[in-house]
């Protein structure tokens, strides 16, 4: 499985933005297709997952009701539209797909995409 991430960019503060990963190759329903991100200096962490088949998703704390992830299967891509984005927002974002939302069972990642968020 390969996988294009696009749609970072800059935005300000409580501004929106929609990343978009397709993917070529196939992704089995009982996949996870997710998103991390990893701001300078810092490892990279978990943002949001989304099952593949059964649609559950699964988000970090610190972005729950500002960040929604989707796929379109027959498109093979997964969105993250963020809303409501703060300074601290700012990372590299990287698509990812695995068996679980666990960061270590991520077995495909993307180059990623560059967030910046301006106060």
């Known amino acids: 499985v390969q996988l294009q991430a696009s749609g970072g960019g800059l935005v300000q503060a409580g501004g929106s933005l929609r990343l978009s990963c397709a993917a070529s190759?196939?992704?089995?329903?009982?996949?996870?297709v997710g998103w991390f991100r990893q701001a300078p200096g810092k490892e990279r962490e978990f943002v949001a997952t989304i099952r593949w088949g059964a649609g559950t998703t699964y988000y970090a704390e610190d972005v729950k009701g500002r960040f929604t992830i989707s796929r379109d299967n027959a498109k093979n891509t997964v969105y993250l539209q963020m809303n409501s984005l703060k300074p601290e927002d700012t990372a590299v974002y990287y698509c990812?797909?695995?068996?679980?939302?666990?960061?270590?069972?991520?077995?495909?990642w993307g180059k990623g995409t560059l967030v910046t968020v301006s106060s």
């Open positions: 990812a797909v695995g068996t679980s939302p666990n960061y270590y069972d991520m077995r495909y």
């Open positions: 190759g196939r992704i089995f329903s009982s996949s996870v």
